[in-house]
């Protein structure tokens, strides 16, 4: 039997809205979950994709992918390769299999909503593959996981960190929550679709991924850059929407959306990217520092977007240009120090030629963070491994829930910003995390941070060792140590040696 062509038929298809004559529009549609904005019906069927695809295109390709990255696992897994590859890059592997696991299944319920309740027939029908899309890479990121919990029980924590109360699961859950499952679709797809898609999932996908296939691991190389290929697809739905708000006066409040999910989005990628690409890849294995991908993915390209869609850049983009330089040195910091806390092994790595590359790619690092080191190198190499550990914890931010860190050495400018509100005093760590919290305080008012926990009573007793246990540590696996075994502190610069 003869196919129609897909130009022939999809118009025609596509266009499935009604006039309801049973119930009202706004029963059908309901403003807080589909348009809080007001914009007529008319002007969302204008909505016009931008790329065309069929089920049939749709699963053929899908296909494809997934037996694609099956079975560059499968040879991989006959080398051996996991059992005996460094400990600093298995950090990087149980880090972001466990932090994006919840946010892929989170991010399968908006595309869903968007199905139900959008007004615009395209985007529902899109948004039906984008759904797919992230119950795709839910699972497959699961099953490549597994895999490896036989090997070493950190691994267990792509499984473990949707519903643990461990501080780094809490603060992704937290963003997500937020962006993802508490607002209407129309809000939700800006931040969704243009903040956290367009603007950052590069950085992870594909400057990691570069990393990645250097260490020979093109198993997870292949398998980021799978999943890219939908996201690269699925994010274009929020471009059409933009539009439509920019269109019709609400260019306001889609620059808002875009400027809270971005500032989100920015501090978790910090973290699960920042980390791994200048500290945890073994200094010969590194593509690019942190900061030349972010320049070449968000500073360029997605200012570019930006402007193409008739939004601005963020208000706070000077700050987020310093923070590039700085926040995830200042994290690595605090993550090391405090590496107990975590389910992979942090890998300290600042040796004299860790550090000749860091001073390079950021210079005045030694002046800064170095400081910093300094104190840790020493009490290393003097054989005091216990007074590297951070004990307590930390001031956490109440948005991010981030510790509130700042440069180190010359150049420490570390500040708490606070607001009330019902007799409640908030903290957090930087200008747009405050700034969030103020716009809307009842949104968030009500969550208690891990450090609330110890003083509220829910940690009870509030002692180290209940504490690290609340966080699971202890429970689904044990918590860090340095990766390294403190290796890089005791090497020498070579012309010491030398001398
Ligand atoms: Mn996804
Ligand atoms: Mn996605």
Redo the contacts with the bound molecule.
């Keep these: 039997m003869a196919l129609l062509d897909r130009s022939d038929w999809y118009d025609i298809a596509r266009s499935t809205n009604w006039t309801p004559r049973f119930v009202a529009e706004s029963e059908l549609f309901p403003p807080e979950q589909s348009d809080p904005y007001g914009i007529s019906m008319e002007e969302w069927e204008t909505y016009d994709e931008p790329y065309k695809v069929s089920y049939r295109e749709y699963v053929a390709v899908q296909r494809e992918k997934d037996s694609g990255a099956y079975s560059v696992k499968a040879a991989l897994l006959r080398s051996k390769f996991y059992e005996t590859i460094d400990d600093a890059y298995l950090s990087v592997l149980k880090f972001n299999y466990a932090a994006s696991i919840p946010g892929?299944y989170a991010?399968c319920f908006p595309?869903g909503r968007m199905v139900r309740f959008s007004k615009a027939p395209s985007m529902r029908n899109l948004a039906a593959f984008?759904s797919l899309?992230?119950m795709r890479?839910t699972q497959i990121l699961l099953n490549f996981a597994h895999q490896l919990a036989t090997m070493d029980r950190q691994f267990d924590w792509a499984s473990q960190s949707l519903n643990s109360m461990n501080w780094v699961s809490m603060s992704g859950r937290h963003a997500m929550e937020d962006l993802l499952h508490s607002r209407d679709i129309v809000t939700t797809s800006v931040m969704?679709?243009l903040a956290?898609?367009t603007g950052l999932?590069n950085v992870q996908m594909l400057g990691l991924s570069a990393d990645s296939a250097n260490m020979g691991d093109f198993t997870f190389s292949n398998l980021i850059t799978s999943i890219q290929s939908?996201?690269a697809r699925?994010?274009q739905i929020g471009t059409p929407l933009v539009e439509i708000l920019v269109r019709n006066g609400r260019k306001e409040e889609a620059q808002r959306a875009l400027d809270i999910g971005f500032w989100r989005v920015w501090r978790l990628f910090a973290l699960i990217t920042g980390l791994p690409m200048d500290y945890y890849i073994p200094l010969h294995k590194r593509e690019r520092s942190f900061k030349e991908y972010v320049n070449e993915f968000v500073v360029k390209q997605f200012e570019r977007q930006l402007l193409d869609v008739g939004l601005d850049r963020p208000w706070y983009w000077d700050i987020f240009l310093k923070e590039v330089d700085n926040y995830h040195h200042t994290q690595q910091a605090g993550i090391w120090s405090w590496r107990r806390t975590v389910w992979w092994n942090p890998d300290g790595a600042v040796g004299p030629a860790e550090r000749a590359w860091l001073e390079q790619k950021y210079p005045g690092w030694n002046d800064t963070y170095g400081k910093y080191w300094d104190v840790i190198t020493e009490n290393a190499k003097a054989g005091r491994e216990e007074q590297t550990y951070a004990i307590g914890m930390p001031c956490v931010c109440n948005m991010c829930g981030i510790t509130v860190a700042a440069a180190g050495g010359t150049k420490w400018d570390a500040r708490v910003r606070q607001s009330e509100y019902k007799g409640r005093r908030y903290n957090f760590c930087c200008e747009p995390c405050q700034w969030i919290f103020d716009i809307d305080p009842e949104h968030y008012a009500d969550f208690d941070s891990i450090v609330d926990r110890l003083y509220n009573g829910e940690i009870d007793p509030p002692t180290p060792e209940n504490l690290l246990k609340f966080m699971g540590i202890g429970v689904h696996s044990e918590g860090g140590v340095d990766a390294s075994h403190l290796s890089w502190a005791h090497r020498e610069p070579p012309q010491m040696a030398a001398e």
């Design positions: 892929e991010a595309e984008a899309d992230e890479h969704l679709h956290f898609e999932t939908d996201e699925h994010a």
